[in-house]
């Protein structure tokens, strides 16, 4: 006697909220590789919808790219993996890691928003419920300072300056990096290399 196969069970369905970020996560990487000019069939193909569904929670494509860019910025994803640290590491090797994944974080909003402005994609003016720019930055700022602050914490005894200050240095010489094609960058050790220890060799009168 052949058994007849029981039903397949549908996926939960998700909420307006998980669908966003799902439309969102498709829609970064194509948004790098076409700027701009993305088309709303091309995310819906690479998150596996309809196009129609886009549109039930995006007004338009516009939205659409702005909520991608404000993703891109979002340090969520910075942070856990600054959170998930060893804090039994040595400090440099701590903070090596905290590198590596904060230029991977700045890779990635140098990808959508570069690749948005070289398409000749402008950001629309803001609506009156949307905060000032450069709020946003500021709060990213403010939670990358205090994550990597937290990496600091176990030798706070041996720092010069308060872990939150210190924290701030980093991430100024971080982000202030030449970025040019034709000048080699700094690897993570290396960067903190320099953080640590300077820019001197040795200091006068010890030898090197």
């Not at 998700?14 to 439309?23: A, L, S, Y």
């Not at 039930?56 to 991608?68: I, P, W």
């Not at 905060?131 to 700022?141: C, H, I, K, N, V």
Request: charged letters at 25%.
């Amino acid at each position: 006697m052949t058994k007849t196969p029981a039903p397949r069970r549908r996926a939960p369905g998700m909420n307006p909220g998980q669908r966003r970020e799902m439309i969102i996560q498709a829609a970064i990487p194509l948004i790098g590789e076409y700027g701009a000019a993305v088309t709303t069939s091309k995310i819906a193909a690479a998150a596996g919808i309809g196009e129609a569904t886009i549109f039930r929670v995006f007004a338009d494509k516009d939205e659409l790219l702005a909520a991608c860019v404000a993703a891109a910025v979002r340090p969520d994803h910075a942070e856990s993996q600054l959170a998930s640290i060893s804090l039994e590491q040595p400090l440099a090797d701590r903070l090596a890691e905290a590198a590596e994944a904060l230029q991977a974080h700045l890779a990635r909003i140098g990808m959508v928003v570069g690749s948005l402005h070289a398409s000749g994609h402008r950001r629309r003016e803001r609506s009156s419920g949307e905060q000032p720019r450069g709020a946003g930055r500021d709060e990213s700022l403010a939670a990358l300072r205090a994550s990597v602050a937290e990496l600091l914490a176990p030798d706070r005894d041996s720092l010069r300056l308060p872990a939150e200050q210190i924290a701030a240095l980093f991430l100024g010489l971080l982000f202030t990096q030449p970025r040019q094609d034709d000048e080699p960058q700094l690897t993570a050790p290396e960067l903190v290399d320099v953080f640590l220890n300077g820019a001197l060799t040795a200091r006068p009168g010890e030898s090197s």
